[in-house]
């Protein structure tokens, strides 16, 4: 069975740090894109950014880079996201997802809270 | 940036009801748009990708269509278990975009 366990979410303070890790199971991802989305409470879904399968191609949204980063460990069959300077704004439930065109699994979502 | 705008928020509806859900895309998308389901508290689900390819699993009365810039996705007989709030995404592009999705409701 596919399964996606996002973890690594949290209270943190503005301009603070966060690293989120998705560990998966049931398939191998060194053989998928993989990627990020987050939504906001109470608002529809972002993409923030993915991965090709080797590692070696990264993107991500406009507004989050030099902020935020992908990154991925296929012998450990995980997938990271590394948060920098927090904002209020990046307050949202963090998606690990299949994928790079359409994402048929998802994992269950790390909730990552800026406030002060 | 192609921005993908649904139509309309929000639509009540009746179960058994023939229900019709739009996206446009602001610029051509090729072949590269899919559907997702979301119900209250729960983590989204993909219906159809491709346009019109439903997911593994995915009841037949689900189907998507389009081309270009316009896409529907529509439930031929609304079942209440379809009660839930449905977003548009294109990968044709970088960034992927959603729309802002259409909330189905019990009228």
């Known amino acids: 069975e596919v399964q996606l366990v996002d973890s690594g979410g949290g209270l943190v303070q503005p301009g603070g740090s966060l690293r989120l890790s998705c560990a998966a199971s049931?398939?191998?991802?060194?053989?998928?894109?993989m990627t990020w989305v987050r939504q906001a409470p109470g608002k529809g879904l972002e993409w923030v950014a993915s991965?090709?399968?080797?590692?070696?191609?990264?993107l991500c949204v406009d507004s989050l880079k030099g902020r935020f980063s992908i990154s991925r460990d296929n012998a450990k069959n995980s997938l990271y996201l590394e948060m920098n300077s927090l904002r209020a704004e990046d307050t949202a439930l963090y998606y690990c997802?299949?994928?790079?065109?359409?994402?048929?699994?998802w994992g269950q979502g790390t909730l990552v809270t800026v406030s002060s | 940036e192609i921005v993908m705008t649904q139509s309309p928020a929000t639509l009540s509806v009746s179960p058994g009801e023939r229900v019709t859900l739009s996206c446009r895309a602001s610029q051509i998308v090729s072949s590269k748009l899919a559907w997702y389901q979301q119900k209250p508290g729960q983590v989204p689900r993909l219906l159809i990708h491709?346009?019109?390819t439903r997911a593994t699993g995915i009841p037949a009365r689900f189907s998507g269509s389009g081309s270009g810039t316009e896409f529907t996705l529509t439930i031929s007989s609304l079942q209440s278990e379809d009660f839930a709030v449905y977003y548009c995404q294109q990968a044709n592009d970088w960034p992927l975009t959603f729309g802002g999705g259409t909330k189905v409701e019990i009228k």
């Open positions: 997802v299949t994928g790079r065109f359409s994402h048929g699994y």
């Open positions: 991965i090709n399968p080797s590692g070696s191609e990264k």
């Open positions: 491709e346009i019109s």
């Open positions: 049931g398939f191998i991802i060194s053989n998928y894109w």
